[in-house]
């Protein structure tokens, strides 16, 4: 059969070809007005960009940062550099500065592609990052700010000349084609480095019908971030079927969440818990319906059950409850029911569905135990899961070691239950897991449980040095607006929800719970904010 090596830029060709009217519609991070164009006029920009950048010195391999939110300049970036054969490194710009600093320079970045809002922080940076050559600012001229950065070209006026042919070299389709660095809560940030072939089986395992599944009839809105874990491979999945792409640039806010997926009539979206929730909110205050929409998937951290219940009970919207990291592309799994599934109680669907759900075909999953001994897919056994496949990492980036065991299973920190017939349902990370008189508590239970509550805006569980039981969970709380449960309300609560000495010791009111960079709950932070917790109790 024909061998023809996998390259990305391909995914844009057939899309502008055979797809050439469809729409990707940008929401301006400058000024928040909306730009729309077509497939086939993404391709034209895409071909300008890489005679520029190949002008600006790009080299095959060469890492190339940027540092952007989702929008149509970011996309034709994406698609220019690893076309060329260069290393498209997606930087999350919610890190901290000496993590994006740390980052660049172990990625040795020769260009930096920005956004307007970005360029305060890099001008800061930039004499602490010796390898950047140039910086280009996602923007035209009438937008570009006055900046100091050296040799700073605004991203209009570099492509406005360039020639609209350019033939995309050959190359195996191993090679690289992008970089993206965990944002591991201890430790430096790691590399993750993807390439053509590895994006692009997981691209297509992600339009499966059970998976996300886009189609021509899909208008699809990328919340989440094309810096964090390669937008789910969304940016390559609807290119390749022919999906309408919208990209919400840098207001995620319930409003403009709305304004998008009512404009332009969106039937399919992804995102974290956090944006949805933003957006229910949004609903229920104005008191808004989504006749469009039909389809979410939800991953990042686990889907709440009242966040699946809203959606579909008020607004007909079924919400897919996805898992995955960055070192598998990142999908591992999708939760969908099964046919016979249909027979069983609405509350017993939900309770399946808040599983994370089956692996689609490429990715092998087991569960073990401490010795590395395979455990029972019973539902009810927790331990390790290991993960193996064509779009999950073998090495990080520049590290001397494989990342994997010696038959070729890459831990994911994760601990999970496999049910029989073979859903896997997250229990928690294995740092997070509170170790009580030699029992195991697992706080992503207890949150779920919590976060029923109707006064109950977000919940996090850590567990605390304990006298007799080594650790405790203390389950701290931030509440809605306006409501004053006391602790005691709350654990009556959980009373009827978990087991009695799952129970946690004390509820703690906080008016924030810390976010990571990728908007999940920062236990780190949380522990060291508690670290010299005292129980008043035994
Ligand atoms: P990241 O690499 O930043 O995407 O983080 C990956 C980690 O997020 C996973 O190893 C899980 O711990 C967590 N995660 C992702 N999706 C889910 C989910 N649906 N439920 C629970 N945890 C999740």
Same mark, same amino acid.
């Given at each position: 059969?024909?061998?023809?090596?996998?390259?990305?830029?391909?995914?844009?060709?057939?899309?502008?070809?055979?797809?050439?009217?469809?729409?990707?519609?940008?929401?301006?991070?400058?000024?928040?007005?909306?730009?729309?164009?077509?497939?086939?006029?993404?391709?034209?920009?895409?071909?300008?960009?890489?005679?520029?950048?190949?002008?600006?010195?790009?080299?095959?391999?060469?890492?190339?940062?940027?540092?952007?939110?989702?929008?149509?300049?970011?996309?034709?970036?994406?698609?220019? =550099?690893?076309?060329?054969?260069?290393?498209?490194?997606? =930087?999350?710009?919610?890190?901290?500065?000496?993590? /994006?600093?740390? /980052?660049?320079?172990?990625?040795?970045?020769?260009?930096?592609?920005?956004?307007?809002?970005?360029?305060?922080?890099?001008?800061?940076?930039?004499?602490?990052?010796?390898?950047?050559?140039?910086?280009?600012?996602?923007?035209?001229?009438?937008?570009?700010?006055?900046?100091?950065?050296?040799?700073?070209?605004?991203?209009?006026?570099?492509?406005?000349?360039?020639?609209?042919?350019?033939?995309?070299?050959?190359?195996?389709?191993?090679?690289?084609?992008?970089?993206?660095?965990?944002?591991?809560?201890?430790?430096?940030?790691?590399?993750?480095?993807?390439?053509?072939?590895?994006?692009?089986?997981?691209?297509?395992?992600?339009?499966?019908?059970?998976?996300?599944?886009?189609?021509?009839?899909?208008?699809?809105?990328?919340?989440?971030?094309?810096?964090?874990?390669?937008?789910?491979?969304?940016?390559?999945?609807?290119?390749?079927?022919?999906?309408?792409?919208?990209?919400?640039?840098?207001?995620?806010?319930?409003?403009? =969440?709305?304004?998008?997926?009512?404009?332009?009539?969106?039937?399919?979206?992804?995102?974290?818990?956090?944006?949805?929730?933003?957006?229910?909110?949004?609903?229920?205050?104005?008191?808004?319906?989504?006749?469009?929409?039909?389809?979410?998937?939800?991953?990042?951290?686990?889907?709440?059950?009242?966040?699946?219940?809203?959606?579909?009970?008020?607004?007909?919207?079924?919400?897919?409850?996805?898992?995955?990291?960055?070192?598998?592309?990142?999908?591992?799994?999708?939760?969908?029911?099964?046919?016979?599934?249909?027979?069983?109680?609405?509350?017993?669907?939900?309770?399946?569905?808040?599983?994370?759900?089956?692996?689609?075909?490429?990715?092998?999953?087991? =569960?073990?135990?401490?010795?590395?001994?395979?455990?029972?897919?019973?539902?009810?056994?927790?331990?390790?899961?290991?993960?193996?496949?064509?779009?999950?990492?073998?090495?990080?980036?520049?590290?001397?070691?494989?990342?994997?065991?010696?038959?070729?299973?890459?831990?994911?920190?994760?601990?999970?239950?496999?049910?029989?017939?073979?859903?896997?349902?997250?229990?928690?990370?294995?740092?997070?897991?509170?170790?009580?008189?030699?029992?195991?508590?697992?706080?992503?239970?207890?949150?779920?449980?919590?976060?029923?509550?109707?006064?109950?805006?977000?919940?996090?569980?850590?567990?605390?040095?304990?006298?007799?039981?080594?650790?405790?969970?203390?389950? /701290?709380?931030?509440?809605?607006?306006?409501?004053?449960?006391?602790?005691?309300?709350?654990?009556?609560?959980?009373?009827?929800?978990?087991?009695?000495?799952?129970?946690?010791?004390?509820?703690?009111?906080?008016?924030?719970?810390?976010?990571?960079?990728?908007?999940?709950?920062?236990?780190?932070?949380?522990?060291?904010?508690?670290?010299?917790?005292?129980?008043?109790?035994?």
């Amino acid at each position: 059969m024909q061998a023809d090596p996998l390259n990305l830029a391909h995914v844009l060709e057939h899309a502008a070809r055979f797809h050439g009217r469809v729409e990707v519609v940008t929401r301006r991070v400058e000024d928040g007005t909306i730009e729309r164009y077509t497939y086939a006029d993404a391709l034209r920009r895409t071909k300008k960009l890489a005679n520029a950048l190949k002008k600006l010195g790009v080299e095959f391999g060469d890492r190339i940062g940027t540092l952007a939110w989702n929008t149509d300049r970011h996309l034709e970036a994406w698609y220019a =550099i690893a076309g060329q054969g260069a290393i498209c490194h997606t =930087i999350n710009p919610r890190l901290f500065e000496p993590q /994006i600093e740390y /980052i660049v320079n172990h990625a040795e970045d020769k260009v930096l592609l920005l956004d307007t809002l970005f360029v305060p922080m890099i001008e800061r940076l930039q004499h602490k990052l010796p390898t950047v050559e140039t910086y280009i600012v996602l923007t035209d001229r009438a937008h570009m700010p006055q900046t100091e950065l050296h040799n700073a070209l605004d991203f209009e006026s570099l492509i406005v000349d360039e020639s609209e042919d350019f033939e995309w070299p050959s190359f195996p389709e191993e090679t690289p084609s992008s970089l993206c660095y965990t944002s591991g809560t201890t430790g430096n940030p790691k590399g993750v480095l993807y390439t053509h072939r590895s994006n692009f089986l997981h691209a297509n395992a992600i339009n499966g019908k059970d998976v996300i599944g886009p189609s021509c009839s899909d208008s699809v809105l990328l919340v989440v971030p094309m810096f964090h874990a390669n937008s789910w491979g969304l940016n390559y999945s609807c290119p390749m079927v022919g999906a309408k792409l919208v990209l919400p640039g840098a207001q995620l806010d319930g409003e403009s =969440i709305y304004e998008l997926l009512n404009g332009e009539q969106v039937t399919l979206s992804a995102a974290v818990p956090t944006v949805w929730n933003m957006l229910l909110s949004h609903l229920q205050e104005h008191e808004l319906k989504l006749p469009h929409l039909n389809e979410v998937t939800i991953g990042g951290s686990a889907v709440p059950r009242n966040l699946i219940e809203a959606f579909d009970l008020d607004y007909g919207v079924t919400v897919i409850h996805g898992w995955g990291m960055t070192e598998m592309s990142p999908i591992g799994s999708a939760c969908r029911l099964r046919p016979f599934m249909k027979e069983l109680s609405y509350e017993q669907q939900v309770d399946v569905r808040l599983k994370q759900g089956i692996p689609p075909f490429g990715v092998w999953m087991k =569960i073990v135990d401490d010795d590395g001994s395979e455990l029972p897919h019973d539902g009810g056994t927790f331990g390790r899961l290991l993960v193996k496949g064509p779009w999950i990492v073998k090495r990080y980036y520049k590290d001397d070691h494989d990342a994997l065991d010696a038959e070729g299973w890459f831990d994911t920190g994760d601990i999970a239950t496999i049910d029989e017939h073979g859903y896997m349902q997250i229990t928690d990370r294995a740092k997070d897991l509170i170790k009580s008189g030699g029992e195991w508590i697992s706080s992503v239970d207890l949150e779920n449980a919590m976060m029923e509550h109707s006064m109950v805006a977000m919940a996090a569980v850590i567990g605390c040095h304990h006298p007799t039981w080594e650790e405790r969970p203390l389950m /701290i709380v931030k509440l809605l607006d306006g409501c004053e449960p006391s602790s005691n309300d709350l654990l009556d609560f959980l009373k009827s929800r978990v087991a009695k000495w799952w129970l946690p010791d004390n509820v703690v009111f906080v008016d924030d719970i810390p976010l990571t960079a990728t908007g999940k709950i920062s236990k780190l932070t949380l522990r060291e904010q508690f670290r010299d917790y005292q129980w008043t109790t035994d």
